[in-house]
Each structure stands twice: as structure tokens, then as C-alpha cells.
């Protein structure tokens, strides 16, 4: 017998544990929501795709290559034919350049870091519409609650009138008047329900699921948000704000970009090579060779070259080469480049500044905005409980003869708006404190730690 018994426990353990729904949290569905969008994955092949070709880039600094064949064939009625073919391989390889190859690998790594940083914001966005959302639906479906357990109610109110009609102790009008009042009432929550129901099916589809599954997160109204003082968060402000992040990479590009145009005056010097071989038929017997140093400078106002290169056509000829070339005046509006990209920097660090500013002010507003709000929740819960008291009182008068029963429905119904008023202020409360969590670049429920960790 206590086998058997054992057995059935064991049985109905594994039922419970096999119709056990799986849950999603908050940062569940966030990271469903990152998870499942296409226009997030698009971004971030683009930006895999950038990430390959910058570095490839490196390749700029190594040598370039290349091989040339040609022939020539030439007959001629007063001279001798002549049938000739060249191969030739040249090298060319930057030595210096004023450092323009390195300032533009650091301009393209700062396009590709604020990239990045969008992406991020991308992802940020993302999981918050995910998140808002979720809350939607439990705010919905907790007013639903609130709105079906005062229908029941009234529906009960409507069969004792009905009895107490069919007694002859109330008139007929006063069934209908609370007839009129349930009906006004369900078509309430049958809007109710097509807005929950629509909310229901976003959240759904921005998941990238069929069904919605079991939300474990609640709206808890007798929760109070643990808050930071604006003092110690300020400081965590600069450094973890994603929208400074971005400024500061936009400030670090137009950095190098400015940097970039004051030392585009610097002269490029490069080493060139060329090893060749040539004859009348195969295999070619002559080879030649030639080494040689160019410089290059540009700016608005003189640009130009000049190189020299020496080689040799062995077993007898040896060459030297000199040229130069200068234009002057080439592009006078070019010389404005630095102050233009100067100008820029002290408008994008002014920008800086003044965000900063903003968001610090920001900060400490959605903290005051919590603590107003977690003051309003309170108060809304003190409301219910006087409204409960206040229903209790209309319970007894009733029964005393002193109102009817259409002043008890119409006080169920002023129950019901008070609890759903304390749902809506604990979700104010949720709202203001996610909105500040965006603003510290912290998960969801993030901003406890954050205060513990700030104290």
C-alpha cells in the first residue's frame, strides 16, 4: 500500500511538472525581441561586413605589386625586323606620408566604433519597446481582472433585484436602472479586452512567437522603487549614458579628422622598384632593373614632386633619372579645410558639454519624477483602502433600508476604479523608473543594483 501511494505521488509530481508552462521575464523578452528582429540582423551583417574590410585595410601599408608582359613586333621594308618581349615586375612601397594612411585608419575605426555605438542604441530600443509592451499587457490584463471581478459582482446585485422584483419589494425600474448600469459595464471591458488582446498579439510578434507564453513579471502596487540620491548618480551619468557614447565617438572622429586637415601640408615619400626581362624569343636573355625615391606634397597654395630613381641594363648600360613638377596655386579654397574642421570639433564638443548638462538635469528629474510618483501610488492605495471602508459602510446602510441597491452597484463600480487607479499609478511608476534606467544604459530592474552598489 505504501508503494502504491508512493507511485501516485510520483505520477502526479510529473503531470504538474510536464504541464508546467514556461515563463518569460522582463529581460526574457528583451532579449526575444533583439533576438527576433530582421532590421537588427541586417545592421549587423553591415556592420560585420565593414568590420572585414577595415581590416583588410592593413593591406595599404604593405607593398604594391605588379606584373606587366607585353610584345612588340615590328616589320619593316628598309630595315631589319624586330620581334621583342618584355616581362617586368614593379614594387611600389610607401615609406612616410605625414601619417595620413594611419589618421585615416583612425577616422574609418571611429566611423566604425560609432556605428557601433547606433547599434547598440538599436538593441537598447528594441529591448525597451519589448519591455513597454510587456508592461502593457499586464497593466491590461490586471484592469481586465479588476473589471470581471466587479461584473460578477454586479451580476449578482442584478439576481437578488430580480428575486426581490419578483417579491414585490422593489419596482421594476430599478431592475432595468441596473440592468442599464452592467450592460454599460461590459461593454467597458469588452473594449478592454480588444485592446489587451491587440497588445497580446504586438508582443507576440515582436517576440517572433505564435502564442504569447506565461508572464512571469507582475505590476506589484505595493512596491516602492529603490532610488539613488541625484548626487551619487551624476557622476555614473557621463560614463554610462549610450547618447553621450555616441557624442563622445562623434568628438574623437572630428578629433582625427582635424588633426588630419592641419598636417595635410606633409609630404608622401615612396620607394619604387622594377625588375624586367626582355629578348627576341624564348627563354629571354636580357633583364634590367631600376630603384628610385619620389616625394609628393599638396596643399592649396603650392603642390607638386620630385624623384630620382638610378638603374642598369646589364652586362653594359646604367641610367639615372631626375624630375620635378610644381603647380602653384593649385586649390586656394583647400586651405580653409582646417579651420572648417576645427570649427566643426568646437561646435561638436560644445554639443557635448551642453548634453551633458541636459542629461544630468534629466536624471535628476525622473528620479524626483519616481519619488512623485511612488507618493501618488501611496496615495492611491490609502484611496482603496477608504474606498473599501466607505463600501463596507454602503453594505450596511443597505441592509438598513437607507439606499437602494442601485447606490451599492454604483459603489462597486467606484471600488473597481480604485483599484484599477492604484494599478495605473504602480505603472506610472514602472514607466518613470524603466525611463530612468534607459538613461544609466541599465537592464531591466538594473536600477536597485545600481543603488546598492552606488551606497
Known amino acids: 500500500m505504501k508503494n502504491l501511494v508512493f507511485i501516485m505521488l510520483i505520477f502526479i509530481a510529473c503531470q504538474n511538472f510536464a504541464y508546467t508552462e514556461p515563463g518569460i521575464s522582463f529581460s526574457d523578452a528583451a532579449k526575444l525581441a533583439v533576438e527576433s528582429s530582421w532590421e537588427l540582423r541586417n545592421e549587423q551583417a553591415a556592420n560585420a561586413l565593414r568590420e572585414g574590410a577595415w581590416t583588410w585595410g592593413i593591406r595599404a601599408w604593405l607593398p604594391h605589386i605588379s606584373i606587366s608582359a607585353s610584345e612588340d613586333d615590328r616589320l619593316s621594308e628598309t630595315a631589319a625586323d624586330s620581334f621583342i618581349k618584355n616581362y617586368s615586375l614593379n614594387v611600389e612601397q610607401l615609406i612616410w606620408d605625414g601619417g595620413r594612411l594611419s589618421r585615416t585608419r583612425k577616422m574609418e575605426r571611429a566611423e566604425l566604433d560609432f556605428a557601433e555605438g547606433r547599434l547598440r542604441q538599436m538593441v537598447s530600443d528594441i529591448a525597451e519597446i519589448a519591455v513597454s509592451s510587456y508592461r502593457d499587457v499586464l497593466h491590461g490584463r490586471m484592469i481586465l481582472e479588476i473589471q470581471n471581478s466587479a461584473l460578477e459582482s454586479l451580476n449578482q446585485q442584478i439576481r437578488v433585484l430580480q428575486r426581490e422584483v419578483e417579491l414585490g419589494l422593489v419596482r421594476p425600474t430599478e431592475l432595468i436602472q441596473a440592468e442599464l448600469t452592467t450592460a454599460m459595464h461590459e461593454l467597458e471591458i469588452i473594449s478592454l479586452s480588444m485592446d489587451l488582446e491587440d497588445a497580446e498579439r504586438r508582443l507576440a510578434e515582436m517576440l517572433g512567437l505564435e502564442e504569447l507564453p506565461l508572464l512571469l513579471e507582475r505590476i506589484d502596487t505595493e ?5 539613488p540620491h541625484p548626487a551619487a548618480v551624476l557622476p555614473v551619468v557621463e560614463s554610462r549614458n549610450p547618447d553621450l557614447a555616441a557624442l563622445r565617438l562623434s568628438v574623437a572622429r572630428l578629433q582625427t579628422e582635424a588633426r588630419s586637415a592641419s598636417l595635410s ?12 626581362l626582355s629578348g627576341r624569343q624564348y627563354p629571354l636573355s636580357r633583364y634590367n632593373w631600376s630603384v628610385g625615391l619620389s616625394i609628393d606634397f599638396s596643399s592649396g597654395w603650392l603642390s607638386g614632386g620630385f624623384g630620382a630613381s638610378t638603374g642598369g641594363d646589364p652586362p653594359f648600360d646604367r641610367n639615372a633619372r631626375m624630375h620635378q613638377s610644381i603647380r602653384p596655386v593649385p586649390d586656394p579654397a583647400a586651405s580653409f579645410s582646417p579651420r572648417a574642421a576645427n570649427l566643426a570639433l568646437a561646435h561638436e564638443q560644445n554639443r557635448y558639454e551642453a548634453a551633458l548638462k541636459e542629461i544630468q538635469a534629466m536624471v535628476e528629474r525622473l528620479i524626483n519624477t519616481c519619488r512623485i510618483l511612488d507618493r501618488r501610488r501611496i496615495l492611491a492605495m490609502e484611496a482603496l483602502v477608504l474606498e473599501r471602508d466607505r463600501y463596507r459602510l454602503t453594505e450596511l446602510r443597505l441592509s438598513l433600508g437607507e439606499i437602494t441597491r442601485i447606490d451599492l452597484m454604483e459603489g462597486m463600480l467606484e471600488l473597481a476604479r480604485r483599484e484599477a487607479g492604484l494599478v495605473e499609478a504602480a505603472a506610472m511608476v514602472y514607466r518613470a523608473e524603466r525611463e ?6 541599465l537592464e531591466p530592474g538594473g536600477l536597485s543594483t545600481l543603488t546598492e552598489d552606488i551606497r
Open 436 to 441: 530612468l534606467e534607459r538613461f544609466l544604459d
Open 223 to 227: 512596491r516602492s522603487p529603490e532610488l
Open 265 to 276: 601640408w606633409l609630404p608622401t615619400l615612396r620607394l619604387t622598384g622594377s625588375f624586367g
